[in-house]
């Protein structure tokens, strides 16, 4: 966690405007002949970044004696060089490579984008996943497994482009050269281990209805202490957690599983499924260690999305769909 | 309320389905008693809980999230409430009232479902 705290001793707010504190265009003193400027947005605008960091901010304040700002922001310590940003964390680039064969000026803005979604640098194009290169009208032209995939002008644009690769499919294979379409590698429905923990049968009977017709048979558990037991005897590859069930609730099963998984060179794709759908509940999910979020109610569309985001299922969906 | 059932019926069995909204039926009837035994002993966290699961099922079967929102609201007032709390009879009687206005909604849409399917 990174707690960040401002404090001034300055006028203070009274306690009937607290509650209004994060709503645009307000301020303490609304008339025309206040002493302080501004228009009211930056703590609107600061709660809204911090809830897309999935964060929390307290703010505690006495009138006439001053603010106290608190943010708590959900990060862990590691390499500098290795942190992917919130927001490119899932493009499902973490841990890939790329070469990057132009020159400056623009190589710092590449690497810089390139660290945001947690692709490393290396040297070695035998083992990279994509080349960047440069042509000679200028342009940069992102290659993958020796194909051109497609060139761009901003730098910005490198993501969507990364993704698109994502999408489509990279080979898991230890060789990290991409010389086939990914799908001869991917796990077959029919092979997903996957546990459906969800408490009430009848939603649990229509999710499951809907993986059939994905190709999926999951083990199902009616509750949290259901639920991590089956985790411990058949190591799933992707659980889907109601957040709210009874003995055990998802958060808790969460981090249970997490724990558990310290140390072991395993990641059990933990997705949430809840009947709240606000920022606040997606933070609570990530916060807990849940690697994804779907409001209810899950239609075979959703599932269908998430599953292929994830790479679970392959990109093409003939693979994959029974209808 | 409405039950909006096109999505399930294009990816599930009619029987399958017939069967779940039979269930269903059984399912309000059953969590309506236990959240009126719930709301008498003031035990707001089981009748949030009991109100959170008809929520959630309501949504699988196709009801909209704005047909909800006052429920989700009712939902998270229970939840707030202290443990063991002793409530006001008028409190109870508003906390009963807001509950059954949503179940019978809700039964009926589920009746009014299942007939429809029958008939067809």
Redesign the interface.
């Known amino acids: 966690m990174l707690q960040l705290s401002v404090t001034d001793t300055g006028t203070g707010m009274p306690a009937s405007y607290l509650q209004h504190l994060f709503e645009p265009f307000i301020q303490a003193d609304g008339s025309t002949t206040r002493r302080f400027g501004g228009t009211g947005l930056g703590l609107s605008i600061v709660k809204r970044l911090v809830d897309l960091m999935h964060g929390k901010i307290a703010v505690a304040s006495v009138l006439n004696q001053g603010t106290r700002v608190e943010i708590t922001l959900p990060m862990s310590w590691g390499e500098l060089r290795e942190l992917p940003s919130t927001q490119f964390s899932r493009l499902g680039a973490l841990g890939k490579t790329a070469v990057i064969a132009v020159g400056s000026p623009i190589f710092p803005a590449i690497n810089a984008w390139l660290i945001h979604m947690g692709i490393s640098r290396c040297n070695d194009v035998a083992h990279a996943n994509w080349t960047i290169t440069e042509s000679v009208e200028h342009k940069l032209i992102l290659s993958y497994a020796g194909a051109e995939i497609g060139s761009f002008v901003c730098t910005s644009e490198l993501p969507s482009l990364i993704q698109s690769t994502c999408q489509s499919g990279i080979p898991q294979a230890s060789d990290n050269r991409a010389t086939t379409p990914a799908k001869s590698t991917e796990i077959q429905a029919k092979d997903i281990r996957m546990i459906l923990a969800e ?5 649990r ?2 999710i499951a ?2 993986l059939l ?1 994905l190709g999926i048979s999951p083990r199902t558990a009616c509750d949290g202490l259901d639920a991590l037991e089956q985790w411990r005897q058949n190591r799933p590859t992707i659980m889907l957690i ?1 957040c ?1 069930m ?1 003995k055990m609730d998802g958060y808790e099963l969460t981090r249970q599983i997490r724990s558990a998984e310290t140390g072991e060179d395993i990641h059990t794709l933990l997705i949430a499924i809840t ?3 606000s920022v606040t509940d997606e933070r609570d999910c990530l916060a807990a260690g849940m690697d994804d979020f779907l409001s ?6 959703k599932l269908d999305t998430m599953l292929r985001k994830w790479k679970i299922l392959s990109a093409d969906p003939s693979t994959n769909n029974r209808t | 309320m409405h039950v909006d059932l096109t ?2 019926k294009s ?2 069995a009619p029987e ?1 389905l017939s069967s ?1 909204l039979q ?2 039926i059984k ?1 309000v009837k059953d969590d309506a008693e236990l959240y009126q035994q719930a709301i008498h002993k003031a035990d707001f966290a089981l009748a949030a ?1 009991l109100i ?2 008809m ?3 309501a ?4 009801v909209s ?1 704005s047909e909800l929102a006052q429920v ?1 609201a009712l939902e998270n007032e229970l939840a707030a409430r202290v443990p063991g709390c002793m409530e006001t009879p008028l409190s109870i009687a508003v906390f009963t009232a807001q509950f059954d206005l949503f179940r019978m909604s809700f039964e009926t849409a589920l009746l009014n479902v299942s007939d429809s399917k029958r008939s067809c």
Request: glycine fraction near 4%.
């Open positions: 408490d009430n049968d009848i939603n009977d229509i209805q809907q017709l109601d709210q009874p009947a709240n759908a209810k109610p899950l239609t075979r569309q | 999505d399930l990816n599930i399958v779940i269930r269903a399912q809980q959170h699961r929520r959630g099922l949504l699988f079967l196709g999230e989700f």
